[in-house]
């Protein structure tokens, strides 16, 4: 233990500030690093915008200039990495930069509810445990059972903690599946016939809708059309993702751009992540020419420094990492996210000779803009299917979507038959795969999906 405490105290003494601002600007996105350059350039005076009339190697020169490097900061991003690769993981820097998002997000406010109950400490640690086990959308992805055996904590615990957490999320939160979100939100809702009738028919519709149709499930439960209507239209009022922010989401800001030149691809840094930005040369050379004069000055040229270094690191960090991408699932510029190929972190480090935490934090956040879309660098990773080192989970996706957008609505496709079909196209994975690839892309089961097309049928009739 003496010895672990050694190694790492001697790992911290490397985070020097030029070092920990070079690891927060690597994880700043588009947008952030825009902020990060508006804050800059209204603080220090040594920092100037530069004309748009100016090029490239303009901004280059600038980069490149003598005083930009400072005596102990890595000559190249090799060496940078080098240095990153010895920083945890889970470095946080001792401030947070001003642009950061003032408002927290959904799970951090339930924490912080949960925090703020008086509830008993077990309670509280097993609404806690429930709750990092619950996605972006608000689904719940573990069992109680599954979540005891991590955390030691009695099933009556979790049932427990799970009620808690329910009290004070949305309705609908950390539900197993979207039936069950669907009936929780119902059950908040005051007592009405419509409510009760959209119960009645969540309940029963699910399981016997296969079995009836919609049209046998109606007569079963003894509601004349109109009923039936109103109860399908109360069900389509509901929220299928509790968990999203109700916030508008801000516009996203590309990092990269894929463009064509000569016939050929090619990945480029996009506008935003090359902010015309420089340092004041006339006021730099004054600064030089003072005798140990002016330190406030000094500093803010360091600064100034430190930033421009940050900055042509993190860009040549970010576009060999994205053309190692490109180069890896080039496919996927014709063939979507079906021609997506299996890719790993550890992939795409060896191949840039960088280290995989610093390729993580590269590829967290960052957007290329591509001629199908604007996507993370993230979507571009997937794990290979069992058995199979040729098909990815992101391809098993695209199939699932393309296979209910042609099914007979109708006559929806279950999972068990999305599977076998899947297994037909050599995709190969269980039925409880189908079910969770399913719910990650918002798509309601077999049953429901026959509902809301009922629905549809009887409103346009």
């Known amino acids: 233990m003496a010895l672990h405490l050694a190694i790492r105290a001697a790992t911290r003494q490397t985070v020097t500030p030029q070092l920990a601002n070079s690891i927060r600007m690597l994880q700043l996105g588009g947008a ?10 209204a603080q220090n005076v040594m920092l100037e915008s530069i004309d748009e009339t100016s090029t490239d190697s303009d901004f280059d020169d600038i980069i490149d200039m003598d005083a930009v490097m400072s005596p102990g900061e890595p000559e190249d991003t090799r060496e940078w990495d080098e240095h990153i690769a010895d920083v945890r993981a889970d470095y946080i820097p ?25 509830l008993p400490a077990d309670t509280r640690q097993a609404a806690v445990a429930v709750l990092e086990e619950v996605d972006e959308i608000g689904r719940l992805q573990a069992s109680l059972e599954e979540i005891a055996e991590k955390t030691a904590l009695s099933l009556q615990t979790l049932q427990t903690g799970l009620a808690a957490l329910r009290a004070q999320a949305p309705a609908g939160y950390a539900a197993y599946s979207l039936e069950e979100c669907l009936r929780l939100q119902l059950q908040a809702q005051a007592t009405s016939p419509e409510r009760d009738d959209a119960l009645a028919v969540l309940e029963a519709g699910l399981l016997a809708v296969g079995h009836f149709g919609p049209e046998g499930l109606r007569r079963n439960l003894g509601f004349d059309p109109a009923r039936f209507t109103r109860a399908l239209e109360r069900i389509r009022m509901l929220e299928m993702r509790p968990g999203a922010e109700v916030e508008e989401a801000p516009a996203i800001t590309p990092d ?6 000569g016939g ?32 406030e000055l000094r500093g803010q040229l360091q600064d100034a420094r430190a930033l421009m270094r940050g900055l042509q690191m993190r860009n040549d960090t970010l576009l060999k990492t994205g053309r190692a991408i490109l180069r890896h699932q080039f496919a996927f510029l014709t063939g979507g996210d079906a021609a997506i190929r299996p890719l790993k972190l550890k992939e795409i480090a060896d191949t840039i000779g960088m280290h995989e935490s610093t390729v993580s934090r590269v590829t967290t956040g960052k957007y290329v803009q591509t001629p199908r879309g604007l996507f993370e660098l993230r979507h571009f990773f997937s794990v290979t299917l069992r058995g199979d080192d040729e098909a990815s989970s992101a391809a098993a996706k695209a199939r699932i979507h393309a296979l209910v957008n042609a099914e007979d609505p109708q006559a929806p496709l279950s999972d068990t038959e999305l599977m076998r079909a899947l297994a037909a196209e050599n995709i190969n994975i269980v039925r409880r795969t189908v079910a969770k690839y399913r719910s990650q ?21």
Not at 32 to 41: V, Y
Not at 442 to 448: H, T
Not at 454 to 460: D, I, K, L, V
């Open 264 to 295: 050929q691809w090619q990945i480029e840094l996009h506008a935003s992540a090359r902010p015309r930005i420089g340092i004041n040369r006339h006021y730099a050379r004054l600064v030089a020419g003072m005798r140990g004069g002016a330190p």
């Open 94 to 118: 001792d401030r947070e930069p001003e642009h950061a998002a003032l408002e927290p997000g959904l799970q951090m406010r339930l924490l912080a509810a949960l925090h703020l109950e008086n």
């Open 441 to 461: 892309m918002e798509i309601p089961n077999a049953p429901l999906r026959r509902l809301t097309a009922a629905s549809r049928a009887t409103r346009r009739a």
């Open 32 to 41: 952030e690093l825009l902020a990060e350059i508006d804050a800059a350039l």
């Open 256 to 261: 990269l751009v894929v463009v064509k030149h």
